[in-house]
């Protein structure tokens, strides 16, 4: 055959193929398949050559059972380039496939047959092209018929291709490469690859190939043992269950889908699963949404109060009963009584909780007053005062002694009543040098100075508490850091707090403290000096200044000075004593002792005392 003319040789091909067999009725038993013919269409194929290669397709597709859901089947052509002739989802009938394949124009350029493996694997076996999903284990089976040989590198990329689960079969029709076939083929290679002399054997080569396609139907040939069904494959089969159901473990047997356990279902309350799918279901006393998912409680209360006397509440089981605020529900579980709110409830009242019918109110000790949130009484302090705290931030402090430090400095405050027209507060660090945290009218709410005093940064160095006594008599309360003109007679109180023995003198500075009518308390910790301590604090110094030996047990400490700046609340006081006498003796007997001290002090400003006065 080989030395007949050309001519000669495509007008016996021809002959050839119009006389071969009709398909048998019978098609393969093989189950679902998706085959996908990569065929070469280069210059090198001549044009009957390439009528015998639609013939080889037509052939094969002719004995196979075709369908959505049976055997799906795509070509694509390539030679420099690749073009897709139809895909897997395109056609679903025999007689389609064979008019896409008898109106196919050759490319008739180069041999680029790892494109062509590239563009099989990436683009026709996708699922968006057609191919059935992994899962459902359908074979994917790629059919590569080519003359030639390749223009570019195929070992690597149909490795890719057979590791990405597709079953490669390369036939090579005469001037074909065996060994780019045998780099293209699936193993093993004795069934998958083939070299066909002559395209007029091509036809011959068919009926073996389609015998490799159609074996026996082995769901049908031996005892498949699956529970629900059996899909046959090319030589083997595997089991499927029914819609709502999951294969178990052993391949075989079949097991209800619980829907619920993944937990993506939303059900509010219970989850009931039920082949494959769900419903929600509510607790008792709860019915289902229109949504499906989420649930409401059933208000039995709607259907009236069931006699009880004030509130009727619904619960899931049903309702119960309930009493307004003052009032204690009875044995029967309706009825209710009036109740002592100060020994039922947490009232909160600082110093006394007075009970009447369904209510209770608060009352404070005589001389102080109810505060707006109707519980606390006036604090120490609650009238006019100037209160600077200069506080030690030496090396000898420490860092975690300087933290408590802050919180003793916002204990007093919360002594404090601060606010515009009522307690100032400013605050001075010093070590070495001296620094204003914040002046007496910077700030204007307790909330605002703790915030601050949180955040101030601890100095550390030496012990200067002199220069920082000097600091709040020139700065600290005059006019311009916001303390109030000595006219309108706020009482200004300088709190110094130290724990070690100062590194100047203090005694100059803490005298003209006191003699420019500064009332100073000393607070000492630690290695603080007692001579020095007593040196900075006011008459009666006992009461003026305070020891702890550890920085963690100054709790105390705060009380004391509670308990010794409440008297300068007296200063706010209307007049109820006055006395024109050179001495002011007579005066005196009238006055409270902690108000005759402060007018004693107030005395040593001037050479005479003319009017006695109680601040």
């Not at 390439?50 to 052509?77: H, K, S, W, Y």
């Not at 498949?224 to 473990?249: D, I, K, R």
């Not at 940064?457 to 200067?464: I, L, R």
Request: a negative charge; glycine letters at 8%; charged letters at 20%.
């Amino acid at each position: 055959m080989k030395l007949l003319p050309l001519a000669a040789l495509l007008l016996l091909i021809l002959t050839a193929l119009e006389a071969r067999p009709k398909p048998a009725a019978l098609k393969c038993r093989t189950g679902p398949l998706d085959i996908v013919f990569v065929i070469d269409s280069s210059r090198s194929v001549r044009p009957f050559e390439f009528e015998t290669m639609r013939r080889f397709m037509i052939d094969i597709i002719g004995n196979l059972d075709v369908g959505p859901n049976a055997t799906r089947v795509g070509v694509i052509q390539y030679s420099s380039q690749v073009q897709n002739i139809f895909s897997l989802k395109t056609f679903f009938t025999r007689a389609e496939m064979e008019r896409a394949i008898n109106s196919i124009v050759p490319l008739a350029q180069g041999t680029m047959t790892g494109l062509a493996i590239q563009y099989a694997m990436n683009v026709a076996f996708t699922v968006q092209e057609g191919a059935r999903p992994p899962h459902k284990k359908i074979p994917r089976i790629a059919i590569i018929v080519t003359d030639g040989r390749p223009q570019d590198r195929v070992s690597e990329v149909a490795a890719h291709a057979r590791n990405a689960g597709i079953e490669i079969y390369a036939v090579g029709i005469q001037r074909a490469d065996m060994n780019s076939l045998r780099a293209m083929a699936s193993p093993p290679l004795e069934e998958h690859v083939f070299l066909v002399e002559s395209f007029e054997l091509i036809q011959q080569f068919g009926k073996q190939f389609q015998d490799k396609l159609c074996g026996v139907d082995m769901c049908m040939e031996r005892d498949h043992g699956c529970q629900h069904s059996c899909v046959s494959t090319p030589g083997s089969f595997y089991c499927e269950c029914h819609p709502g159901y999951q294969l178990n473990v052993d391949g075989k047997t079949c097991s209800p889908i619980d829907a619920c356990a993944d937990g993506r279902h939303g059900c509010e309350h219970h989850c009931i699963s039920a082949r494959g799918t769900y419903s929600c279901r509510c607790r008792a006393g709860y019915y289902l949404n229109q949504d499906r998912r989420s649930c409401t409680m059933i208000d039995y209360c709607s259907f009236g109060n069931h006699s009880c006397q004030h509130d009727c509440v619904s619960i899931p089981a049903g309702h119960r009963c309930r009493c307004r605020d003052g009032f204690m529900l009875q044995h029967d579980g309706k009825s209710c009584r009036a109740i002592d709110l100060c020994n039922g409830v947490d009232h909160g009242c600082e110093f006394k909780c007075v009970s009447s019918e369904g209510s209770f109110h608060c009352v404070c000790p005589e001389g102080q007053q109810l505060q707006a949130d109707g519980k606390t009484c006036s604090k120490c302090g609650a009238g006019h005062v100037d209160l600077v705290m200069v506080i030690d931030g030496s090396k000898s402090v420490r860092p975690q002694n300087f933290e408590l430090v802050k919180q003793f400095v916002n204990r007093i405050v919360d002594l404090l009543e601060v606010s515009p027209d009522g307690t100032h507060v400013g605050l001075v660090q010093y070590s070495s040098r001296v620094r204003t945290e914040f002046p007496l009218n910077k700030y204007h709410s307790a909330e605002e100075i703790k915030a601050a005093v949180m955040k101030m940064e601890y100095m550390e160095k030496g012990t200067m508490t002199g220069l920082a006594l000097k600091h709040m008599v020139e700065h600290s309360f005059s006019e311009l850091e916001g303390a109030r003109p000595l006219s309108h007679n706020v009482p200004r109180i300088g709190l110094v707090f130290t724990d070690g023995r100062s590194q100047d003198d203090i005694s100059e500075w803490a005298q003209r403290a006191k003699e420019s009518g500064i009332v100073m308390f000393a607070v000492g910790v630690g290695k603080a000096v007692e001579e020095e301590l007593r040196a900075i604090a006011s008459e009666p110094v006992e009461q003026h200044f305070s020891y702890s030996a550890d920085f963690t047990t100054m709790t105390h400490l705060v009380e004391n000075f509670k308990l010794n700046i409440c008297p300068a609340r007296s200063f706010l006081s209307t007049p109820t004593c006055s006395d024109d006498s050179q001495t002011g003796s007579p005066g005196e007997a009238d006055c409270p002792q902690e108000v005759i001290l402060a007018a004693g002090r107030r005395a040593q400003r001037g050479p005479t005392v003319a009017t006695w006065h109680c601040y």
